[in-house]
């Protein structure tokens, strides 16, 4: 069958596998949707009693909005996540919770979820039939810096749980709600600190896991955290953090790790403020919503911390180096050993990191990049002799191919820093998307809404094989493809180890071998860089930065 034969592009591609699985394409049966049929199987929680709904597969079933904390309103805001409260009798689990307040411009309204504060709720989907089953769990983390973050349908986990995983979504506080710093907020804590509240929130919910997921399958010693992007860069404190610590046993990273001298990390992973600085910015962030102190602050309607902060841009609500949470830096922890010794499997996208098959640049401005960016190394003849360029379309190319080059030499000499210890003993594995997604999705205000190429987040797609919850034009290639890196997914969930059955050898990272894993278009090793002497180049460019984050 051709990409173009594929029966579900004439037909409502959000219920796809009803005319895809006759064919074999994921071998399981779906229903058009994840349907309000509700599971007969009651499951006991530490607060109540649940039954779930059919997932999108059949075979699955979801359980939504389940809580695991109590709201985060009131004299809740800004404050560790307290103890989800009790019900009677048996919960319909067949609704998603609503989303934390966060602003919702350019999502179109019948897109955006209920916003509210009572939002720290999680969502399980499983094909297990009881607590005897003991199946890997895997814990998603969204991404969406700019965008509408949500734990809810957007990433469905039907097609995991088919492969034997118990997946996990949540919600936590994001944005002021998630990250407000204030010295009234730290007097008040146990622990001298504060922000990184939306942090806080998902080690309550991975605790939440450790104490309830047996009873829908899943196994408590085999818990992946995983997520992407400002979701990976949450993964990414909590192996550097000792608040997770035993709660998760391997993390699953993508677009989430950049070497610590990575130029990109100031955009990113690394910009962690001292918390002087976080209680500084808190402190003005009051002055201007008018609150003359915390108790004005917690009196504030939700959605108007929200509005008021997304116009100010001078408000910063990232992470905070609290001493709690977050102990140290980027760099620091990395070189104290300091991380979570569990297996490590990330990567990054093609078209990430300024590259793109649509980019325009001129070759003046390549040239002035060159210069600007290199020459203060005496290396910017080097570089325009590595990546030749004579017209604004070579140009673009040349910036895309050097892009490509620099994502992946970034994330292997991150994974030789986590490997360069003797504390870190697990394996590392990392890999290059590299599958272009068809058409637009408008149904994703999150992954890749107008981005082109192997844009950041598309390997998502297929991370989770959560194809048929979109409204893109996918192909029988697609499908495949998306059952692949599923699989490769589900095996590292089950031990560790992403290599297993038929699938092509996925190799570790070994600081002496500059490769990495192709995923999407291809499936097999390739190199860190098109060539060595691109490699050195980009090594060298690297390493001679003096900032470290």
């Known amino acids: 069958m051709s990409d173009t034969d594929m029966p579900s592009a004439r037909l409502n591609r959000r219920g796809f596998l009803g005319a895809a699985a006759a064919a074999g394409l994921l071998g399981t049966l779906a229903t058009p949707a994840e349907a309000k049929t509700t599971a007969a199987t009651v499951i006991s929680t530490e607060s109540g009693q649940v039954t779930g709904v059919q997932g999108s597969l059949r075979g699955v079933t979801v359980y939504k909005g389940i809580p695991y904390a109590d709201t985060t309103a009131g004299a809740n805001r800004w404050r560790p996540p307290q103890p989800a409260p009790s019900w009677d009798g048996v919960r319909a689990a067949d609704s998603w919770g609503p989303a934390c307040p966060q602003p919702v411009t350019g999502i179109p309204a019948d897109q955006v979820p209920e916003l ?13 039939t009881g607590s005897g089953n003991s199946r890997p769990v895997l814990v998603w983390l969204y ?38 710093a204030h010295p009234e907020l730290t007097a ?20 939440w896991v450790q104490r309830n997921i047996g009873a829908f399958g899943g196994d408590t010693d085999r818990v992946t955290l995983a997520g992407w992007a400002q979701g990976a860069s949450i993964v990414n404190i909590l192996l550097a953090s000792r608040r997770a610590k035993g709660l998760y046993h391997r993390a699953l990273l993508s677009s989430g790790v950049r070497y610590t001298k990575d130029p990109g990390l100031a955009r990113g992973t690394g910009r962690y403020r001292s918390l002087a600085d976080a ?62 010794d569990v297996p490590v499997l990330t990567g990054v996208c093609k078209d990430a990191n300024g590259a793109s098959p649509d980019l325009k640049l001129t070759l003046d401005a390549f040239k002035a990049y060159a210069r600007s960016e290199f020459g203060p190394l005496g290396l910017a003849d080097t570089f325009l002799g590595l990546y030749p360029a004579d017209s604004d379309t070579a140009a673009a190319q040349q910036y895309s191919a050097y892009a490509r080059d620099e994502e992946r030499v970034s994330a292997f000499l991150w994974a030789t820093q986590f490997k360069d210890t003797a504390a870190n003993s697990s394996a590392v594995h990392t890999y290059f998307w590299t599958r272009v997604p068809p058409g637009y999705d408008d149904t994703n205000p999150v992954v890749g809404t107008g981005a082109t190429g192997a844009f950041e987040g598309s390997d998502v797609y297929y991370l989770l094989g959560y194809l048929y919850n979109t409204d893109r034009p996918w192909t029988s290639k697609d499908y495949d493809i998306a059952d692949t890196t599923a699989s490769y997914v589900a095996r590292f969930a089950a031990g560790g180890d992403p290599n297993g059955s038929s699938l092509a050898n996925w190799p570790a990272v070994a600081t002496d071998t500059p490769q990495t894993m192709e995923l999407g278009a291809n499936f097999g090793t390739l190199a860190v860089a098109d060539s060595d002497a691109r490699l050195a180049f980009l090594k060298t460019y690297l390493q001679s930065q003096t900032t470290e984050f």
């Open 279 to 340: 209680e500084a910015d808190g402190t003005d962030f009051a002055a201007r919503s008018g609150a003359a102190d915390l108790a004005g602050l917690r009196a504030l309607d939700a959605d108007d911390i929200v509005t008021l902060a997304a116009a100010d841009t001078t408000a910063d609500f990232g992470h905070v180096l609290d001493g709690y949470v977050l102990p140290d830096s980027y760099t620091a922890v990395l070189k104290a050993c300091a991380e979570t």
């Open 188 to 207: 008040e804590s146990a622990y001298d600190g504060s922000g990184n509240w939306g942090i806080l929130d998902v080690v309550a919910a991975l605790e």
């Open 116 to 128: 509210g504060e009572d939002c720290l709720n999680l969502n399980i989907w499983t094909s297990a």
């Open 143 to 180: 991404g969406g810096e700019q965008a509408l973050w949500s734990g809810q349908e957007i990433y469905n986990g039907s097609l995991l749980a088919s492969k034997g995983v118990v997946v996990v979504t949540l919600d936590h506080r994001v944005g002021p709600l998630g990250g407000l």
